[in-house]
């Protein structure tokens, strides 16, 4: 899961990053409303963790300017301000959710998640992609009722492939959003852990779930039933 952070006070974003890393998110960190613009028309997101009171632009300006302009990314609100009238504006605006802090990490985390399910139509925790189920908080995976064991990175590039079943994803859409590197110093990175991944993924003598397209990326695919 890929994660925008937008909070001006660096040492809070710093401790907020770190923590959603430890998850196995993502995280691209920005420190006013304007990078934060800039960062959400070059790459797409899953979840925006987004400050209200900030420098440049305030986050309600933001919200405002993404609906505008038709991207409906989540975005929670992450703010001291806790007023009625506060909340009500940032959820007119287009905003998904409102934490007011202080927080419970734990919280946040369980917002992010269910923010993420909610635009991807998934109902509860479990993301279910042909015989995978993936349980996003549990951090578990099983392949036709037997368990997968998975590194952190393995978990956070499977669950990417999976929630784009039958789309080709690009290698360099992969390193944006299960790393935080550009594919031209990490060219061979994806293939390995790839190799690594369908490794486990024969444990149960599926079909090639991860396939391979040539000059273009992966793609996990998965044949629709037939009515």
């Known amino acids: 899961m890929k994660i ?51 420098p440049k632009m305030d986050g309600f300006t ?22 009625l009238q506060d909340k009500l504006k940032g959820f007119n605006l287009g905003g998904d959710d409102y934490l007011v802090k202080p927080f419970e990490f734990e919280e946040l985390v369980a917002r ?5 399910r909610r ?18 908080q549990s951090h578990t995976a099983t392949l036709a009722g037997h368990k997968l064991t998975l590194t952190a990175k393995e978990f956070a590039l499977l669950y990417y492939l999976a929630s784009n079943v039958n789309i080709v994803l690009s290698r360099q859409q992969i390193l944006d959003h299960v ?17 690594d991944l369908r490794k486990k993924l024969d444990v149960a003598n ?8 040539r000059g273009v990326g992966y793609v996990f695919k998965v044949e629709e039933e037939e009515e």
């Open 4 to 54: 925008l952070l937008v909070e001006d006070e660096e040492m809070l974003n710093n401790i907020i990053a770190k923590r959603l890393r430890v998850e196995a998110m993502t995280v691209d960190c920005c420190y006013n409303g304007e990078q934060a613009l800039d960062y959400l028309n070059t790459s797409s997101y899953d979840v925006v963790v987004m400050d209200v009171m900030m």
């Open 62 to 83: 933001v919200v405002k300017h993404l609906r505008n302009e038709g991207n409906k990314t989540p975005v929670l609100f992450l703010t001291a301000k806790d007023a």
């Open 112 to 116: 992010i998640y269910a923010l993420s």
């Open 119 to 136: 635009s991807n139509n998934h109902a509860h925790n479990d993301l279910v992609a042909g015989p995978l189920t993936i349980n996003s």
């Open 179 to 195: 790393w935080e590197y550009d594919y031209e110093s990490y060219s061979n990175l994806i293939d390995v852990y790839i190799k």
């Open 206 to 213: 599926e079909s090639k779930l991860i396939q391979t397209v």
